[in-house]
Antibody
Framework: EVQLLESGGGLVQPGGSLRLSCTAS????????MSWVRQAPGKGLEWVSV????????YYADSVKGRFTISRDNSKSTLYLLLNSLRGEDTAVYYC????????????WGQGTLVTVSS | QSVLTQPPSASGTPGQRVTISCSGS????????VSWYQQLPGTAPKFLIY???HRPSGVPDRFSGSKSGTSASLAISGLQSEDEADYYC???????????FGGGTKLTVL
């Protein structure tokens, strides 16, 4: 079984930055792509970004392109999301998820970390 | 507004069969496989269905998926009170590119 544990969320002012981390343990593989998915309060799921197993390929949702950066350190089994130029609409629970087969099949999920953007 | 359209709500009584639809287009459902997720209140989403109709180990066979053209469906038979949750479809969209989620359907067990 794979366990994913996010950390790094918190309260940040508009325009500020934050770095989220997601540490994987259990039967995980560095060859699997991983994503960040967010959920604003009372809203649905929104995919944010995906990174390939090697880290060489990344994609972003238009809503975060140019502001967020996804990366991974396979030696530490850790996924990151750097959030810059934060806005109120970025307030959400951020989940990391692992893709075992296709990049649109989210096989394993973390418990989420809350990011609140407010002055 | 999501690229994939789901009804905002659905309901049924215990023991009934309910179906939740997910409508897309040729760039997503029409050319890629669909997965489904269950999100119980206050918890992270749980993986239910992959490749249109396959169930991961541990998911009861009361849950089934199907796809036809640019639409997909999730069916839940023998409805139970613990099935009350939000349900989301997801698929890769070639035009983005990236995965997209449906807006979600809140299932109420009456």
């Amino acid at each position: 079984e794979v366990q994913l544990l996010e950390s790094g969320g918190g309260l940040v002012q508009p325009g500020g930055s934050l770095r989220l981390s997601c540490t994987a343990s259990g039967f995980t593989s560095s060859s699997h792509a991983m994503s960040w998915v967010r959920q604003a309060p009372g809203k649905g799921l929104e995919w944010v970004s995906v990174i390939s197993g090697s880290g060489g390929t990344t994609y972003y949702a238009d809503s975060v392109k140019g502001r967020f950066t996804i990366s991974r350190d396979n030696s530490k089994s850790t996924l990151y999301l750097l959030l810059n130029s934060l806005r109120g609409e970025d307030t959400a629970v951020y989940y990391c998820a692992e893709h075992v087969s296709t990049w649109s099949t989210f096989d394993y999920w973390g418990q989420g970390t809350l990011v609140t953007v407010s002055s | 507004q999501s690229v994939l359209t789901q009804p905002p709500s659905a309901s049924g009584t215990p023991g009934q069969r309910v179906t939740i639809s997910c409508s897309g287009s040729s760039s997503n459902i029409g050319s890629n496989t669909v997965s489904w997720y269950q999100q119980l209140p206050g918890t992270a989403p749980k993986f239910l269905i992959y490749s249109n109709h396959h169930r991961p180990s541990g998911v009861p066979d009361r849950f089934s998926g199907s796809k036809s053209g640019t639409s997909a469906s999730l069916a839940i038979s023998g409805l139970q009170s613990e099935d009350e949750a939000d349900y989301y479809c997801a698929v890769w969209d070639d035009s983005l590119p990236g995965p997209v989620f449906g807006g979600g359907t809140k299932l109420t067990v009456l």
